[in-house]
């Protein structure tokens, strides 16, 4: 079996090779002129991320400033929504907590815990009540 080696097609000495960048930028300056661009898409900004770049190479200029100015307002959704988010954790924050508690509180108060001003209060309430005939159970 014989191999024969394919040989590429030499470019004819006229032609011009064609720098796809200058092409992209050629046809973004056109789609400015136009005024096709996406509300709100800054050119000069877009022009010097490399995400953009990327974009240029892998498609054509219209569908690369489609999906970079998706992105960007997607990626601006995010920042606004965790934003939001942080916003209303802080409003719950600054809510007053509720003192109930989802166990049983023992009725009896701990004597051992209470300050001496709390014991004092506590041991003048049942003299009152020991006073006005009320039987206290300590």
């Known amino acids: 079996m014989i191999f024969r080696k394919q040989q590429d097609a ?3 000495p006229g032609a011009q090779q064609e720098n796809p960048f200058a ?3 050629n046809a973004l300056v056109e789609m400015e002129r136009e005024g096709t661009l996406p509300e709100g898409f800054d050119l000069e900004a877009a022009v010097k991320d490399r995400a953009f770049a990327q974009l240029l190479s892998e498609f054509e200029p219209k569908a690369a400033v489609r999906i970079y100015a998706a ?3 997607a990626e601006e959704a995010e ?3 965790k934003a939001r988010m942080s916003e209303k954790v802080q409003a719950q924050k600054a ?3 509720s003192q109930r508690t ?3 509180v023992s009725p009896v ?3 051992m815990s209470l300050s001496k001003e709390a014991f004092r209060t506590l041991e003048q309430q049942y003299r009152n009540a020991a006073r006005s005939g ?5």
């Open 10 to 12: 030499a470019p004819e």
């Open 23 to 25: 092409e992209a930028a």
């Open 71 to 73: 992105e960007r307002r």
């Open 79 to 81: 920042q606004t929504a």
């Open 95 to 97: 809510l007053p907590k």
């Open 102 to 104: 989802d166990r049983a």
């Open 109 to 111: 108060p701990d004597y």
């Open 134 to 138: 009320r039987r206290v159970r300590i």
